[in-house]
């Protein structure tokens, strides 16, 4: 079988596999990042309260999720997951095993990996704000929930955005190791891809051909926006 059969979008190729595939890699991987959005976020405050107790707390977050390889959360997840949900389900009468969804797996795994890169981003973007801006708005006597809108969340956001597309390509390529779940995300369908036809090369290089695509894509979106954060900014400040 030729190459343009074998990638393409007959009953034969695998062409539409590969770009469903590549849309639950994108799936996956906004999930895991709005999890890890929300955790960064928690964290972050927790480490910049003040409280010695949530400062550590936080710290132990951090050092845990990043400095323990990803393979080893996924798989903690994915089958720890399992086992609790295998043992709930004993509790209340049901017999067998229950595997936790390899997506909702997945995505949770990532998304704490992700939580613990984003809790620095959020973290050092807080720090950016200018002390004098929030100075100037307590001594007019801007409440905090309207210092936090009109302030500090536009700029946090503003500031955050470099390291949040890093952090996005980052949760992208750590998406391949969910294939160990079975998920058929990209990973999971080049091998598959490769192991059917024997031509690991072709699928190989198609897949890794993909990866690219989206990160490259990826990476103008999230440009896009850094410049335009950047071109609002004098505008919003000015209506503070």
């Given at each position: 079988m030729s190459t343009l059969e074998l990638l393409g979008?007959?009953?034969?190729g695998w062409g539409a596999l590969l770009l469903v595939a590549a849309g639950v890699t994108l799936a996956v991987t906004a999930v895991a990042l709005l999890i890890g959005a929300v955790l960064g976020a928690v964290v972050a405050a927790a480490k910049l309260s003040g409280n010695r107790v949530l400062s550590f707390l936080g710290s132990v977050y951090t050092t845990i999720f990043r400095g323990v390889p990803e393979l080893l959360i996924i798989y903690l997840i994915y089958f720890g997951g399992s086992s609790a949900v295998t043992a709930i389900g004993q509790a209340m009468g049901y017999e067998g095993f229950l595997g936790l969804p390899s997506f909702a797996a997945g995505a949770l795994a990532v998304g704490i990996i992700s939580g613990s890169y984003q809790a620095e981003v959020f973290r050092g973007a807080y720090l950016a704000v200018a002390k004098g801006e929030l100075e100037a708005a307590s001594a007019i006597g801007m409440s905090r929930g309207l210092r936090f809108r009109r302030i500090i969340m536009p700029q946090v956001l503003r500031y955050a955005l470099p390291g949040f597309g890093n952090v996005w390509q980052l949760s992208l390529k750590d998406s391949a190791l969910i294939s160990v779940t079975g998920l058929a995300e990209l990973m999971r369908t080049s091998q598959v891809a490769a192991g059917?036809?024997?031509?690991y090369f072709l699928f190989f290089i198609v897949g890794g051909a993909l990866y690219l695509i989206l990160t490259s894509l990826s990476?103008?979106?999230?440009n896009r926006a850094e410049?335009?954060?950047?071109?609002?900014m004098p505008s919003a400040m000015g209506q503070v």
């Open positions: 979008f007959g009953s034969t059917s036809t024997r031509q990476d103008q979106v999230f410049r335009r954060a950047n071109r609002s």
